[in-house]
């Protein structure tokens, strides 16, 4: 059990025996001194910035017995002073406080939302301790069992908030704590023993002097034997303060941290424990004004430095990374190339030297490319940097190179740091890139007293700069004659799954004849077992059985996990299992979970006056409507010119009666409620007072309803921590910027589980990356077929400059492939040794078309540690709610364009949303997307009108802007040029031929009709015909063979034989044919008689991905449809 529990459990009882004795819970600040009082304190207030409060807002005084506090405008919060200054004494700070004055705050939460800086901010222990007396403080005046009892028995929050005298978020945080998180477990003691060093682990942690790097393989006790080096330390007499220890999460840190403090306290609190970047991040803090920065700089995370550079993308005149629609994408994968630089301590100026270098000496298309490539980069690098001085702003690669060009650069600041810190600690050294060996070197000089551990054949963060190369140069290039170790004795493991890891150590890149250990535990006979099913879609039903199978077996749901190399396929894996009736604890990606689209959708409905989100939100229990109702509502705001919100017209939709009443009752719920409210208030009010929704879920027996509560949760921790300010509406606002962390997967960190939800008792899923350092009884671990471990080679998107990585032996390409080859095997390794009892493989036979699906070549590595066997599974699949047919009908035939094939083939959902249930939704404009508009408003214009000159080009290019709102842009000179290239371009491409009118082709198949309208339409002197589409954007992979191409040649040749058929694309300045064979035709043709099959019996399944879903407009509506049949005229096109 973590400390912030402990300590809101001390407080719960504290407040249970206040009330035993007769004080009044409802009156708080007289409830908190009756407790101060029962312990001898005296309480005083006194005015605000008094200097007895030394910059604090409340002290307390051991020595005397004393509490003083701030006076305060609420009673509230003079009672939270008090009660905050009352956990200090309970939980044994006898210490007086030092003079730092740290924020007091009612609302925290108990973990912070792992998003922008917080991924980094390492508390020190006496900043957690404050957090854990806030907690503290709210737990005593609001224990939440009490909280809860209230709540349920019907006392809304609000109504709670008045009569205690508190702020309405104040009781609110504590409900949704109460309700949403599971109630604590028992303290584990058995975690909390520190067991004697064995001899192997004896010797490592005694060494003193040079250099040394313990290399300990897992379940070794490489931790137990890092605390047992630091309390050899304090017993030899060095000075707490004098003892740097540096791991890589917060995690990490945090339990190292309470592990020393249960070995001694003080020493705990004195020693500087943290991650590199948080080290890093402390000393750009101490030594800002030599790095000319601010006190505290701002730290970016990577939505918000997309967006910085997003603005001067257009100035940049790229080639190989140009796009002019939409460079989110292709400024993330740069900055990760920007971000791998300073990994390797490579900054601007010495990346272009590198790339120029490398142009120099290219030989080849191919060559000279990449490096022209990688100039481009560096481009892009200098303009980053620049941006970021300007703006007084660092981002996370800053926060170790910036420390290490300080510390190699000046000798003063080195010298002090070194002076400081006379013993280094570092864990997970795998782990190290180049950026943190070099601040080793600046803080260890020749090593003397460094002592670090690690696993070679664990290192699985290659992505971010990591590499076991490392760990090979340690006592060689870095640090010469340092020492080595090795520990040998694995405690977690039975012999037949130490032995499988074993046998696979031995041919792996990293490993060596010296890489297996020896198990202390005694053999069960089990060993690991791969089971083969015949397809993909039989694994989660055959880990359904195995799972069941362990239970039937004595073991817990929370003694297994399930481990995947990937998220996306974890996904599907847990809501499988979730259907077969198996309890899963796994967020995935949050914003995505169906639960929390339903709350963003509801935040929606307050900026959207079309109110698409209906869709979703009629599917909640409290707002039930039929499908028919809610198309009849969208379709009369969409027809309705007025621009009046939709709640006020309520009584105007010709829907029934339940309908009706459910939309009142939304609209009510909604009430008072506006865009610029705050997301957190919105929900809180919405969830916990206005419905009932958050104790339906509290008391829901459902095991799936658990991962719903904790991920609302941890929606409502993140929502809490966003920005009030900042350009537009804040609910727009915030729906934008997750739309934008979901595209670029910074929303990663959101997909860790809050330390509350650990006693749950369901199956664990997590990625291998996840599971490292973690162990379970039992271990599933899917997907083992060759094209997943070790899988095919990634592409990368942004290769360095060669030269810039330390240590390659080969071309930049050449040592990706050699990095991810090793990785991957790594991965494997840490996949298999996260098992204790059990270990079981699941791999396919066959794929969807039915060929020989290879298996994994890692598992022939394992020797015959390992049994398959070919199973049937027991558990039936069983289809998910949203992917079952919609029941529509359509009066009269169905007429659908080209285009609207071309959406159904690639998004069959998409297509229903945007045209059957006809909801667009709201478009995020960016100035590139005005740009387009403006754009396609003249080639337009330009179809049916005589050859243009530049100058009217120009003309008419400047009236498109100011329509489209672009004109006084801060770049629409550049934007212009680009836009004036494009059109002319397609003027260009016009000259050598006779225009004539557009039209539409109709083509008729069965009932429906397909239609299709060219963009453009030229005459040859021959008399042949040439139709175009034509997009102002990129062209997309295999566009030109879609179903909607496909459509396009079909009805353009059937009224004339021989026709031109092409795609024109104005970004790229290209024009591509279509030519189909006649045998593709055919295919094609069958394939859109199946489309329209498809869409006529309701098939609508969606096709997800995380880069496009983002930016379709249904993202958040997207998912189970209300029941009922829709009915749909049709008396011309769906519309496009």
Known sequence: MQAVELAREAAAVLHDQAVASGHDPWKPYEFAVAEADRRGFDVESTKKGSPNLRGARARFFPMEKFILHEKCTTLFEQAFLV??????????????????????????????????????????????????????????????????????????????????????????QQIFDALLLPPPLPEDTESTIEYPLNAEQAKAAAHRGPAFLLEAGPGTGKTQTLVGRVKGLLSDGVDPRKILLLTFS?????????????????????????????????????????????????????????????????????????????????????????????????????????????????????????????????????????????????????????????????????????????HVLVDEYQDVNHSSVRLLKALCGDGENLWVVGDAKQSIYRFRGASSFNMTRFGNEDFPGGLRYRLKTNYRSVPEIVSAFSNFALNMAVGDADSGLNAERTSDAQKPELRCVDQGFLQAPSIADAIKEMQNSGYKYSDQAILCTGNEKLSEIGQQLELLGIPVLYLGSVFERPEIKDWLTLLS?????????????????????????????????????????????????????????????????????????????????????????????????????????????????????????GEGVFITRTLDRIRRLVRLGDDRDLRQLPAAAQGIDAVRLMTIHGAKGLEFPVIHVPGMNADTLPGNLQKQVCPPPNGMIAGAESNAKEQFNLE???????????????????????????????????????????????????????????????????????????????????????????????????????????????????????????????????????DRVTQAFTVEGLAEHGYAPEFKSLAIGMVSYFASIRESHNSEATSVFTMKLGETSITIQPDDVLVHPDGRKTFRRVRTGHKRDKEESDLGAAAFVLAARQAFPDAIVELVHLSDQTVTPIDLTAKQLDNRYKKILTTLDSIVKGVFPAESSSRVCPSCPAFFVCGLIPAGVLQKKSKKNLPV
């Open 250 to 422: 917060n995690k990490a840190a945090g339990e190292m941290a309470e592990r020393i403090a249960r070995v001694d306290t003080e020493a705990g609190a004195a020693m500087w424990i943290g991650t590199f970047h948080s080290f890093g991040l402390d000393l750009i803090r101490r030594f800002h004004d030599e790095l000319n920065l601010p006190l505290d700089p701002r730290l970016l995370d990577r939505t918000e430095a997309v967006e910085l550079l997003e603005h001067e993308f257009p100035v940049l005149d790229l080639v190989h990374y140009r796009n002019l629609y939409d460079p989110t994408r292709i400024i993330a994968d740069i900055l990760t190339g920007i971000s791998r630089a300073k990994d390797e301590v490579v900054d601007a100026n010495a990346y272009l030297a590198l790339a120029q270098a490398m142009h120099d000496r290219a030989v080849g298309i191919d060559d000279i490319a990449t490096a022209e490539k990688t100039i481009e980069v560096a481009k892009v690098y200098a303009t980053y940097e620049t941006l970021k001085r300007q703006a007084q702003c660092i981002d996370f690669g800053d926060l170790v190179s910036l420390p290490v060009t300080l510390l190699e650069e000046n000798e003063a600041i080195r010298s002090h740091i070194q002076s400081t810190y006379e």
């Open 605 to 725: 409905l307050l900026v959207d006056r079309r109110a698409m989100g209906l869709v979703r939100i009629a599917c909640l229990p409290e707002f039930t409507m039929s499908l028919d109702d809610v198309g009849s509502i969208l379709t009369h705001l969409r027809e309705d010119e007025t621009g009046s919100d939709w709640k006020t017209k309520i009584d105007d939709f010709q829907i029934s009666d339940n309908g009706r009443t459910a939309l009142d009752r939304l609209a009510k719920t909604l009430s008072g409620l506006s865009a610029n409210d705050s997301p957190w208030s919105v929900l809180a009010t919405v969830l916990l007072d206005r419905t009932r929704i958050a104790a339906r879920m509290a008391t829901s027996t459902d095991c799936s309803v658990r991962s719903q509560c904790i991920a609302t949760w941890q929606l409502l921790n993140f929502l809490r921590a966003q920005p009030s300010s």
């Open 820 to 954: 991810y080859k090793a990785e991957r095997e790594c991965l494997f390794y840490v996949a298999l040794s996260r098992a204790e009892d059990r270990l079981f493989l699941y791999a396919t036979t066959r794929n969807a078309a039915g060929s020989t699906r290879k298996l994994s070549d890692f598992l022939n590595r394992i020797g015959s540690s390992l049994v398959q066997n070919n199973v049937e599974p027991l558990h039936a699949l069983i289809e998910k709610p949203e992917s079952l047919p919609v029941d529509w009908v359509v009066s009269g035939d169905l007429v659908l364009s080209g285009a609207q094939i071309s959406l159904y083939e690639s998004c069959p959902r998409r297509f229903f949303y945007t045209h059957i249930l006809q909801i667009g939704g709201r478009r995020t404009l960016t100035p590139f997307l005005q740009m387009h508009d403006a754009v396609r408003n003249v080639f337009q214009e330009l179809v049916n009108t005589a050859p243009v000159k530049i100058k009217d080009i120009e």
């Open 83 to 172: 009660a905050h200054e009352i956990g200090h004494a309970e939980l044994g700070d006898g210490i007086e406080e030092d003079d730092q004055g740290y924020t007091i705050d009612p609302t925290r939460t108990s973990e912070a939302s792992p998003m922008g800086a917080e991924r980094v901010i390492d508390y020190s222990r006496r900043q957690r301790r404050e957090v854990q007396m806030d907690l503290f403080a709210r737990e005593f005046l609001l224990p939440r069992h009490v909280v809860k009892t209230l709540y349920l028995d019907g006392m809304s929050a609000l109504s709670i908030a008045e009569k205690l005298g508190a702020p309405f978020d104040v009781v609110a």
